[in-house]
Every structure is written in C-alpha cells, then in structure tokens.
C-alpha cells in the first residue's frame, strides 16, 4: 500500500507533466535553428514507439496491441493528434517566443468547450462563455504585449495560428478518444502514435523531396542529445503516462487547471535565462489561468447539481 494517497499521487503526476511540457517550448526553440520541425517530430515520436510498446505489453499483454479492424480510424486519429500538434506547433515555435507558444496549450479546455458545442449544437453556458472569452483575451495580451493591432501585420501571428490550429487538432484527438472506452488511455495513445509516426516520415519524405527541409548532419543531432532526450523520455514517455494516471487519479475538473504549469513553466525558465517579460504578458497570462479555474470550478459545480438531482429523483 502506497504511503502517499492517491489525490497526492495523481496531483505531483500532473505537476511534474504540466512542468515539463511547459519547458519543452524552450528545449525545442535552439534546436530549430538547426534542425527542422519533421525530423524534431520523427526523433521525438519515433523513438518513444518502442518504448510505448514495450511499457503497454508488459502491462496489458500482446493482445493490447491488436487495432480490432479499427487501424484506419487509429491512422487518421494518431496523424491528427500527432502531426497536428506535434509537427504544426514546432512550426509555429519558429517565428514566436517558446513562452507565447506555451500559453495557447492552456487553452484546451476551453477549445474543448467550443468543439463540444459545435458538436450538440449547444451554445455554452454562461460561465463557459466568459471563461473562453477570458482565455482568449489572455493570449492575445501576451502575444501583443498589450498591443492587439500589432498581430495583424507581425509575424508572431503566423506562428500563433500554427500553434493555435495544432492545439485544436490535438483537442479533437482527445475527445475521440470515446470512441474506444473499453481502451487504457495508453494503449489510445501507443497504437494511434505508431501509426501517427509513418505519416510524419512520409510528410519529411515529401518535404526532402520538394526541396523544403534539409536533412540535418548526424553530428548536429549527436549534439542535441540531452534535448532529445527531454523530448523523447520526460516531455512524450513520462508525460504520456503521467498525465492519464494523473488524470484518471484527480478526474478532469481537478485535473485540468494543471494545464495551467505550462505557461507558468515557460515564463520561468524565459525568466531564468534573462528574458524578463513584460505586465502585460503576466496580465494576460494571469487571465488565460483565471479563465481556467472559473471553467473548472463551473464544471464541478454544475456536476455537483445533476447528480444532486438524479440523488432527489
């Protein structure tokens, strides 16, 4: 029997993989000046496969790995979350700040909210309204500094966008996820980054062959072998495995306002190597969190109401 309780377990889970998601946009910024956003994707994904594999046979067994006819649906899924996030993000990174791509992770929740109305054709409740409109209004202060016009001719937007289109992808991969409620959220995400893995090599295949990307030396990337590492061990592996343990341990309402550690992180590590940043990109990133708690507390509270009344009849 574990000497920690579970709330405890689940709540330094989350933390540790909020903390190093949020230090994966600085790891990441160095490397693009030398390495391009596929092959950053297909190290980071490709070798952290095996390692996914092997964790899920030892813990589900061999039968865990049969895609039950499904293997198409998984591509699409895995190529979504995947390259969406894991290859349209790392563009995105190019032309902004790793703390300003950092905030817009944060946002999944609330992106979610839209996704899910869209979805039942049910506008959002008042409470999820304000928290999106909070979030929204958050980003925008970090990326203009306080200056909105200045998004609509600088090249923050782009990036932003990239990000921004990445993270959406990645909130689709998540609520698809339904679709295979009898699966561990580890098998979910082994089998669907497997497959997910084929179709970034053949996007960097048709990016080589098209003259967009070069390939870069063996030695460069011999040299970025402690980034690598983060990226393949803690920010995907760990991360992976801590954030559904931590997840299933706390539920989502509780789960989520840990999201709010990657901006944090960011700007912390940003801070530590000399950027200080400015009030405007503390106000904004004091509402996209603000946005988030207000929608957590919202969530559990209208929860508390529905099962409150099927407990009356």
């Keep these: 029997m574990s000497v920690f309780p579970l709330w405890l377990r689940g709540g330094l889970m989350l933390a540790a993989t909020a ?22 994707a297909l190290i980071r994904f490709g070798f952290s496969v095996p390692i996914l594999i092997a964790i899920l046979l030892f813990i589900e067994g061999p039968s865990a790995l049969n895609t039950q006819g499904k293997a198409l649906r998984l591509w699409w899924l895995g190529t979504l979350g995947f390259f ?6 790392i563009f995105g990174l190019e032309s902004i700040r790793p703390e300003h791509a950092a905030v817009v992770p944060a946002l999944m929740p609330l992106i979610s909210i839209v996704v899910i109305s869209v979805r039942t054709r049910r506008p959002p409740r008042p409470p999820a309204l304000l928290a999106i409109a909070l979030g929204l209004a958050g980003v925008t202060l970090v990326a203009s500094r306080g200056d909105p016009a200045a998004l609509l001719h600088g090249t923050e937007t782009r990036g932003l966008a990239l990000v921004f289109v990445g993270v959406t992808s990645w909130v689709f991969y998540t609520l698809a996820a339904a679709e295979f409620p009898s699966w561990s959220g580890l098998r979910y995400t082994t089998l669907t980054l497997t497959l997910a893995v084929l179709s970034i090599l053949a996007m960097q295949v048709i990016a080589l062959a098209l003259g967009a990307i070069k390939l870069p030396t063996l030695a460069t990337l011999v040299s970025f072998t402690p980034s690598f590492g983060y990226l393949v061990l803690l920010a995907s592996v760990m991360g992976f495995l801590f954030w559904n343990a931590g997840m299933r341990a706390l539920g989502p309402a509780h789960g989520v306002l840990f999201i709010n550690l990657v901006p944090v992180t960011a700007f912390s590590v940003s801070l530590m190597q000399g950027h200080i940043p400015t009030g405007w990109e503390l106000a904004g990133v004091a509402l996209v969190i ?21 407990i009356n009849g």
Excluded: C, Y
Aim: net charge positive; glycine share 8%; no cysteine.
């Design 19 to 40: 903390m190093t998601w949020g230090g994966m946009f600085p790891v990441m910024k160095p490397l693009l000046e030398h390495v391009d956003p596929f092959t950053i």
């Design 84 to 89: 969406g996030f894991g290859v349209l993000a």
């Design 290 to 310: 603000s946005a988030l708690v207000l929608n957590s507390f919202s969530t559990k509270r209208q929860t508390s109401k529905a099962q409150l009344a099927s």
